[in-house]
C-alpha cells in the first residue's frame, strides 16, 4: 500500500517541477538558454511547494508511530520515511536528470518537433516574437487549460457565495453523521464471502454454539504473576527458558508472595495455601450467571482446573501415602506423586498431562519443580464478536466477580497474596482504542497542518481556512463510512 502511496506523490511532484520548469522558460524566454537562472527560479517554487507538501504528509504518517498497534505505526513510520526520500530524490536527483535533458535532448524533435519549435521561436526576446509565440502557444493549449484557466475560474468568482452555502451544508450534514460511526465487532475479513473458509467460519460461529465454538468469547483467569505482570520487553526471545524470562514477552515480575529468600526459588508451602481458593474460583466461575455469560456445568466448564481434580482424584481413587490434606500443608512431593498417579489414569475423567502442560507453567529449579503461574479458562455463551461497550462490560463484571469471590470462603486467608487477575477481552480493548487512536491521530494531524501553512502562507486567516478545508474533506471521508453502512476495522483505520 505504500508503495502506490509513493507512486502517486511522486508523479504529483514531477508534475509540479516540470510544470514550474516550463513555466518560468514561458514568462521570460531568455530562460531557455540560461539553464542555471532555469532551474534556479524552478526550485525556488517547485522546491518550496514540494517541500511543504511533502513535510506535512510525512509528519502525519508519523503521527501513526504513536499507535499501540504495531501494525498502523510501522505502516506510518515507513510510509512517512518514503515520503521523505521521495522529496530529496525530486531535489537531488531529478534536477540532474532534467539538466541533462537539456543539454542532451533538447534539440531532438518529438512528437515532430512541435514543442521543439515553439521553444526555438520563443527563445527570441524582442517584444514582436514574444507576442506572436505566446499566441501560439495559446493556441496550442489542450482544451482542460483553456477550461480551468477561462470558464472554471469565471464560474467560481460569479457564483462563490452559493459554492460556500453548498459546501457548509454538505460539512454540516457529514458532521452530523460521525456520531454513528462504530468500531468493527469482526476481525478483517481478508478472504471473499463466498471463500470455503469464510463459510466455514460462519457455520461454526453461528450452528455450533452449545458448550462453546471457536467463535465464542473466552475469559481467563491468571495466578502467579505480579500486579504488573510485564516488565519491558525481549523481542529477541533470547531469554527463553531463563528463571525471570517468559519467551519473548519480556521479564516476567513473579508473585513475590509465592517466594521466600531466593527470588528465583518458589517456596511450595507458600503456594499450596491457595490451593482450596483456586478450587473455589473453578466452582463459582463455572456456575451459571447471566452477568458474566457463564453457561454452567456440563456443557461450559472452566479448564484448567488441576487442583480441583487432583482433589477429586484423591478424593475418588486415592494416592498411596498422599492426601489433599498434605498438598495443602506444602509437601510438594505429594502434589508431584498426585499428578503423576492421575495422569497415568488414563480413564478420561480427569486433566490430561497435556492440558496440564497448556495452563501452567513450571521451571527446574535446582532439581525442584517452581510452578510460575496457573491459567484457568472458561468459554462464555456469547459471541466473541460483541460491540465494545458490552465487552468491555462484561470483562468490568468478571473483575467485579473476582473481587468478590476473594472476599468469600477458602479465598479469605489469602486474599492479599494471590494476586489473581482477569485477562480482560482484548478485542474490545483494541475497539475502544482504534476509534480513540483515530480521533486522536486527525486532530493532531490538522493541528500540525494548520502550524505549517501558517507559516508557508505568512498569514493566519489564510492558513487557518486552508487547514478548516482540510479538516472538513477529512470528516466527509469519514462520515461515509456510517453513510454506507460499513464499520471502522484495522483496515480502515490503517487507510
Known amino acids: ?23 518560468v522558460a514561458r514568462h521570460d524566454a531568455r530562460m531557455n538558454d540560461d539553464l542555471w537562472a532555469r532551474m534556479s527560479a524552478t526550485m525556488r517554487h517547485a522546491g518550496v511547494a514540494m517541500g511543504v507538501t511533502s513535510l506535512t504528509t510525512s509528519v502525519s504518517f508519523f503521527m501513526n508511530a504513536t499507535s499501540s498497534f504495531y ?3 510501522g505502516f506510518g513510520c515507513f510510509a512517512a520515511c518514503l515520503v521523505i526520500v521521495n522529496y530529496i530524490s525530486m531535489i537531488t536527483f531529478f534536477p540532474t536528470v532534467v539538466a541533462f535533458n537539456h543539454h542532451k535532448y533538447r534539440e531532438r524533435k518529438f512528437l515532430c518537433g512541435i514543442p521543439d ?20 502557444t495559446s493556441e ?23 459554492i460556500l452555502v453548498i459546501f457548509a451544508g ?12 462504530e468500531a468493527e465487532k469482526e476481525e478483517p475479513q481478508m478472504l471473499p464471502t463466498e471463500h470455503p473458509i469464510n463459510q466455514y467460519m460462519d457455520v461454526m460461529s453461528n450452528k455450533f454454539l452449545r458448550g462453546g465454538g471457536l467463535f465464542n468469547t473466552q475469559v481467563e483467569l491468571i495466578f502467579g504473576f505480579d500486579k504488573v505482570p510485564i516488565e519491558g520487553a525481549d523481542e529477541s526471545a533470547e531469554g527463553f527458558g531463563d528463571a525471570d524470562k517468559i519467551g519473548a514477552l519480556g521479564t516476567v515480575s513473579w508473585n513475590p508472595n509465592w517466594y521466600s529468600d531466593d527470588a528465583n526459588q518458589l517456596d511450595f508451602a507458600l503456594v499450596s495455601k491457595s490451593f482450596d481458593c483456586l478450587v473455589q474460583l473453578c466452582n463459582e466461575g463455572e456456575k451459571k450467571a447471566s452477568g458474566r455469560n457463564t453457561g454452567g456445568p456440563p456443557a461450559y466448564q472452566m479448564k484448567g482446573c488441576v487442583h480441583r481434580d487432583v482433589k477429586r482424584y ?14 495443602t500443608a506444602g509437601d510438594a512431593g505429594a502434589f508431584q506423586r498426585a ?11 480427569y486433566m490430561s498431562n497435556a492440558d496440564f502442560l497448556e495452563h501452567t507453567f513450571a521451571e527446574d529449579i535446582g532439581g525442584t519443580a517452581s510452578w510460575r503461574y496457573w491459567t484457568f479458562e472458561l468459554v462464555l455463551t456469547s459471541n466473541k464478536y460483541l460491540d465494545a461497550e458490552v465487552g468491555l462490560d462484561l470483562s468490568e463484571n468478571w473483575k467485579a466477580w473476582l473481587a468478590s469471590e476473594m472476599g468469600k470462603g477458602s479465598c479469605v486467608a489469602v486474599q492479599n497474596t494471590l494476586n489473581g487477575f482477569i485477562n480482560a477481552i482484548d478485542f474490545h480493548q ?11 491521530g486527525i486532530m493532531v494531524a490538522i493541528i500540525v497542518a494548520l502550524s505549517v501553512l501558517v507559516l508557508v502562507t505568512g498569514n493566519i486567516f489564510i492558513g487557518f481556512y486552508a487547514a478548516f478545508c482540510i479538516a472538513m474533506i477529512v470528516i466527509w471521508v469519514m462520515a461515509m463510512v456510517p453513510i454506507q453502512g460499513w464499520k471502522l476495522g484495522i483496515v480502515e483505520n490503517i487507510a
Open 339 to 349: 499428578l503423576e498417579s492421575m495422569f497415568a489414569d488414563g480413564s478420561g475423567q
Open 430 to 440: 483494541f475497539q475502544v482504542a482504534q476509534n480513540k487512536e483515530m480521533s486522536t
Open 314 to 327: 484423591l478424593e475418588t481413587v486415592g494416592v498411596a501415602g498422599t492426601s489433599w490434606a498434605m498438598i
Open 71 to 73: 501494525g498502523i505505526a
Open 117 to 136: 519549435a515553439l521553444s526555438r521561436r520563443c527563445s527570441n526576446t524582442s517584444p514582436e516574437a514574444q507576442e506572436r509565440c505566446a499566441d501560439e
Open 1 to 23: 500500500m505504500a508503495i502506490f502511496l509513493l507512486m502517486g506523490v511522486g508523479v504529483d511532484d514531477v508534475f509540479v517541477f516540470l510544470d514550474t520548469y516550463k513555466s
Open 140 to 162: 496550442t493549449e489542450s482544451a482542460m487549460v483553456k477550461f480551468f484557466e477561462k470558464r472554471f475560474a469565471y464560474f467560481i468568482l460569479s457564483h462563490r457565495i452559493k
Open 170 to 181: 454538505i460539512s454540516a450534514y457529514m458532521f452530523s453523521r460521525l456520531p454513528l460511526l
